[in-house]
């Protein structure tokens, strides 16, 4: 009781201490004008809306629509924010501030320009906030400048608790936001004093609250924006959000809302902006259920045909929409459907949307498949594998007689897979690091796992052996330096394990399974060092993959170290590192998947043919693969190769002409890892997407052989 009292005792304290001095939690005292270059001067109002008028009434682009006005209305908005010309940010937000200046689309010129507003990226957090705070300083009566100060902090608080920083314990992060998320609340109260109808605000709240979870919140805010203006397209949007299942909404909520929303808070049920406003509705957020699993108890609402239909009637509502367009053309990407991604490709043309795609390197991606001169195979996985939330796929590994399945994620669990059932059998827990790099002993009795946290340079590795019979851990042994992958020798007498980090030394360990005693080589200091293959009648070669270079070393300890045998001989710039290889079934051929080095960038990849008794090149692709290729996989037969990388696609190639011959597509992050099964009946995916797709290899491949000119067969 005494306890209950106190606690109640401290909340009325803190709320009255808020309600006290929640001004000053603006912070507004504290800021200042934000750096300007001397000489820089600000477009006016009048010029700002002549430069948009003049975008919507281009004609001369293929698909002209409000795209290139809405940016324009953004990044001038944007350079007013970012350089304290707050005078000139009072006028054009009057100016905007009719709910009756509306783009094609339903959106309004005000709701652009605070999109706009809090699109500004400089420096810290802290010199992020500070020009809005100066705005609110500088005008507070100003209900815009306390809707965008509002909008801002709500903007840092998801960034805090977003952010990677190991520094920041996941506590410190939940009081960060808390602040923020107050912050945002007080300067809404803060333009409500000031004029309560303003539309903005009940927009503004409707994200805040939607973000807190709290829904009753949210359909009042709904309810007074569309009471204000019943055609405000972005309050249904916003309503559509808090409704998704990963806001607490129940399965099919939202969807049922977009669909009969028009009828219910429309005065005229035949609004013609609304009949083009729900299709846009459900393509928006169908984005977020469409998913390829057979199973119906784990998929969602939605499926490719329905989201399919939907974009067929959006593109008939918009038909010069090159927004929509861009966007049709991802998910169709994205669910392997490449005759819709040919289709609106050659609509849309060069006019890429950023809002729609976010990476250009991905838009390039989506033009290359679809202009291709031959119709490639495509597939949809028969199984998905989900880790838990932020755990990319990092491994894949098949035991020896194709039974298990073990899935490495970032998070440093192992999970072991039984390929006869597709069901997960058996859990294995992490070392508090990423687990890097798997491998099952060629008689099936050990499963080796590498962990490190490559990110952290003062990080330790460990190299973990355990038993697949009773899945006990055997044997764990610690490395000064991250460790990045382990192999086992053909005859199960040795392990490899590489360990590296980009200020450290780059070793690699050869392990006597036997007593499990170790002999340490250094190979070089803050090297890229991945990927050893034992090789040769006695395994006593060792192949790594040393940045851009293959290393062929002899495994047994000398007073040099390692010795290095052979290197790559191509002139190749040190950035475009070496991602994965593969030794053929024939061991004839060494393929090798190339890309620049931080994830990343958008240099190109390409993958290339060496023959391995000679160590000369054979074969090699055009650049292709933006942003490289990061995972390799051989077919039993030696005939093809299934590659996959940043475009998020895996490209199964014909290993004799180096074509394309089937695009696999599904995943919605870089692809991390490939494995085929022993028997070649399943090829398995992983990716950063957290997600592992197990395909029907033998299926793909059958087809693809049907589809060869006869001559190439």
Request: net charge neutral; aromatic share 8%; charged share 25%.
């Given at each position: 009781?005494?306890?209950?009292?106190?606690?109640?005792?401290?909340?009325?304290?803190?709320?009255?201490v808020?309600?006290?001095?929640?001004?000053?939690?603006?912070n507004?005292?504290?800021?200042?004008?934000?750096d300007?270059?001397?000489?820089?001067?600000?477009?006016?109002?009048d010029?700002?809306?002549?430069?948009?008028?003049?975008a919507?009434?281009?004609?001369k682009?293929?698909?002209?629509?409000?795209?290139?006005?809405?940016?324009?209305?953004?990044?001038?908005?944007?350079?007013?924010?970012?350089?304290?010309?707050?005078?000139e940010?009072?006028?054009?937000a009057a100016?905007?501030h009719?709910?009756?200046?509306?783009?094609?689309?339903?959106?309004?010129?005000l709701?652009?320009f605070?999109?706009?507003?809090?699109?500004?990226?400089?420096?810290?957090?802290?010199t992020?906030?500070?020009?809005?705070?100066?705005?609110?300083?500088?005008?507070?009566?100003?209900?815009?400048?306390h809707?965008?100060?509002a909008?801002?902090y709500?903007?840092w608080?998801?960034?805090?608790?977003?952010?990677d920083?190991?520094s920041?314990?996941?506590?410190?992060?939940?009081?960060?936001?808390n602040?923020?998320?107050?912050?945002?609340?007080?300067?809404?109260?803060?333009?409500?004093?000031?004029?309560?109808?303003?539309?903005?605000?009940?927009?503004?709240?409707?994200?805040?609250?939607?973000?807190?979870?709290?829904?009753?919140?949210v359909?009042d805010?709904?309810?007074?924006?569309v009471?204000k203006?019943?055609?405000?397209?972005?309050?249904?949007?916003?309503?559509?959000v808090?409704?998704?299942?990963?806001?607490?909404?129940?399965?099919?909520?939202?969807?049922?809302?977009?669909?009969?929303a028009?009828?219910?808070?429309?005065?005229?049920?035949?609004?013609a902006?609304?009949?083009?406003?729900?299709p846009?509705?459900q393509?928006?957020?169908?984005?977020y259920?469409?998913?390829?699993?057979?199973?119906?108890?784990?998929?969602?609402?939605?499926?490719?045909?329905?989201l399919?239909?939907?974009?067929?009637?959006a593109?008939?509502a918009?038909?010069?929409?090159?927004?929509?367009?861009?966007?049709?053309?991802?998910?169709?990407f994205q669910t392997?459907?490449?005759?819709v991604v040919?289709e609106?490709?050659?609509?849309v043309g060069?006019?890429f949307?950023?809002?729609?795609?976010?990476?250009e390197?991905?838009?390039?991606?989506?033009?290359?498949?679809?202009?291709?001169?031959?119709?490639?195979?495509?597939?949809?996985?028969?199984?998905?594998?989900?880790?838990d939330?932020?755990?990319?796929?990092t491994?894949?590994?098949?035991?020896?007689?194709?039974?298990v399945?073990?899935?490495?994620?970032?998070?440093?669990?192992?999970?072991?897979?039984?390929m006869?059932?597709?069901?997960?059998?058996?859990?294995?827990?992490g070392?508090?690091?990423?687990?890097?790099?798997?491998?099952?002993?060629?008689?099936g009795?050990l499963?080796?796992?590498?962990h490190?946290d490559?990110?952290?340079?003062?990080?330790?590795?460990?190299?973990?052996?355990?038993d697949?019979?009773?899945w006990?851990?055997i044997r764990?042994l610690?490395?000064?330096?991250?460790a990045?992958?382990?192999?086992?020798?053909?005859?199960?007498a040795?392990?490899?394990?590489?360990?590296?980090?980009?200020?450290g030394k780059?070793?690699?360990h050869i392990?006597?399974?036997k007593d499990?005693?170790?002999?340490?080589?250094?190979v070089?200091?803050?090297?890229?060092?991945?990927?050893?293959?034992?090789?040769?009648?006695?395994?006593?070669?060792?192949?790594?993959?040393v940045?851009?270079?293959?290393n062929?070393?002899?495994?047994?300890?000398?007073?040099?170290?390692?010795?290095?045998?052979?290197?790559?001989?191509w002139?190749?710039?040190?950035?475009?590192?070496?991602?994965?290889?593969?030794i053929?079934?024939d061991?004839?051929?060494?393929?090798?998947?190339?890309?620049?080095?931080?994830?990343?960038?958008?240099?190109?990849?390409?993958?290339?043919?060496?023959?391995?008794?000679?160590?000369?090149?054979?074969?090699?692709?055009?650049?292709?693969?933006?942003?490289?290729?990061?995972?390799?996989a051989?077919?039993l037969?030696?005939?093809?190769?299934?590659a996959g990388?940043?475009?998020?696609?895996?490209?199964?190639w014909e290993a004799?002409?180096?074509?394309?011959?089937?695009?696999?597509a599904?995943?919605r992050?870089?692809?991390?890892?490939?494995?085929?099964?022993?028997?070649?009946?399943?090829?398995?995916?992983?990716?950063?997407?957290?997600?592992?797709?197990?395909?029907?290899?033998?299926?793909?491949?059958?087809?693809?052989?049907?589809?060869?000119?006869?001559?190439?067969?």
């Amino acid at each position: 009781m005494m306890k209950r009292l106190v606690t109640t005792v401290l909340v009325f304290v803190l709320g009255l201490v808020i309600a006290i001095y929640k001004d000053s939690l603006l912070n507004l005292t504290d800021s200042t004008r934000p750096d300007r270059p001397k000489g820089l001067t600000a477009p006016t109002a009048d010029q700002i809306l002549t430069e948009v008028r003049a975008a919507l009434s281009n004609k001369k682009s293929l698909l002209p629509d409000e795209t290139a006005a809405v940016a324009a209305l953004r990044t001038r908005t944007s350079f007013l924010v970012q350089y304290g010309f707050v005078d000139e940010l009072e006028e054009l937000a009057a100016r905007v501030h009719s709910p009756d200046l509306r783009f094609p689309s339903g959106m309004t010129y005000l709701n652009a320009f605070h999109e706009g507003a809090t699109s500004i990226g400089i420096g810290s957090d802290e010199t992020y906030i500070n020009c809005f705070r100066h705005w609110a300083k500088r005008k507070p009566d100003s209900v815009t400048a306390h809707v965008a100060l509002a909008n801002a902090y709500r903007k840092w608080g998801w960034h805090t608790r977003a952010k990677d920083d190991v520094s920041v314990s996941s506590s410190g992060k939940t009081l960060e936001f808390n602040k923020r998320m107050l912050q945002s609340q007080i300067a809404l109260e803060k333009a409500e004093k000031i004029s309560d109808d303003d539309v903005q605000i009940d927009l503004s709240r409707m994200w805040l609250m939607t973000g807190l979870g709290k829904r009753g919140a949210v359909n009042d805010a709904f309810k007074a924006a569309v009471k204000k203006d019943p055609n405000c397209l972005p309050a249904y949007l916003a309503r559509t959000v808090s409704l998704l299942p990963l806001n607490g909404g129940k399965s099919g909520e939202w969807l049922e809302f977009a669909r009969t929303a028009g009828p219910k808070y429309l005065p005229d049920t035949g609004n013609a902006l609304f009949a083009r406003i729900v299709p846009a509705i459900q393509i928006d957020f169908m984005s977020y259920d469409v998913a390829w699993n057979p199973e119906p108890d784990q998929l969602d609402t939605v499926s490719w045909p329905e989201l399919n239909a939907a974009f067929r009637d959006a593109t008939n509502a918009w038909p010069n929409s090159a927004r929509l367009l861009n966007r049709y053309a991802r998910m169709a990407f994205q669910t392997g459907d490449l005759d819709v991604v040919r289709e609106t490709v050659r609509l849309v043309g060069n006019q890429f949307d950023r809002s729609a795609i976010q990476n250009e390197w991905l838009w390039k991606a989506y033009q290359d498949y679809a202009t291709l001169p031959d119709r490639l195979v495509s597939a949809h996985p028969v199984k998905i594998f989900e880790t838990d939330a932020w755990k990319a796929v990092t491994d894949l590994a098949f035991s020896k007689d194709g039974r298990v399945l073990a899935v490495a994620d970032h998070g440093g669990d192992v999970s072991i897979w039984n390929m006869e059932t597709l069901r997960p059998a058996v859990r294995l827990p992490g070392e508090n690091l990423p687990a890097n790099g798997i491998a099952f002993s060629p008689d099936g009795r050990l499963l080796g796992v590498a962990h490190g946290d490559l990110s952290d340079t003062d990080s330790h590795g460990t190299a973990a052996f355990w038993d697949t019979g009773r899945w006990g851990k055997i044997r764990t042994l610690v490395t000064k330096s991250e460790a990045s992958s382990i192999t086992f020798s053909d005859n199960g007498a040795k392990a490899a394990v590489t360990a590296y980090s980009d200020t450290g030394k780059a070793e690699i360990h050869i392990v006597d399974l036997k007593d499990y005693r170790r002999s340490t080589h250094t190979v070089a200091k803050g090297v890229h060092l991945r990927k050893p293959s034992f090789t040769g009648k006695n395994s006593e070669m060792l192949i790594t993959a040393v940045h851009h270079t293959i290393n062929v070393n002899t495994t047994s300890p000398s007073e040099s170290g390692i010795h290095c045998v052979g290197t790559n001989k191509w002139d190749i710039s040190c950035y475009s590192i070496i991602w994965d290889y593969e030794i053929s079934p024939d061991r004839e051929l060494l393929a090798v998947g190339r890309g620049p080095r931080w994830v990343d960038d958008q240099e190109p990849g390409r993958l290339e043919l060496w023959r391995m008794k000679t160590w000369e090149p054979v074969r090699l692709t055009e650049a292709d693969s933006i942003g490289g290729m990061k995972a390799l996989a051989w077919s039993l037969d030696g005939k093809y190769l299934f590659a996959g990388g940043q475009d998020q696609v895996i490209t199964v190639w014909e290993a004799k002409s180096l074509k394309k011959r089937a695009l696999l597509a599904g995943h919605r992050a870089a692809i991390t890892s490939l494995t085929l099964s022993p028997n070649g009946k399943y090829l398995v995916s992983g990716s950063y997407d957290c997600r592992a797709f197990i395909w029907d290899a033998a299926d793909i491949l059958a087809r693809v052989e049907s589809t060869r000119p006869p001559l190439a067969r």
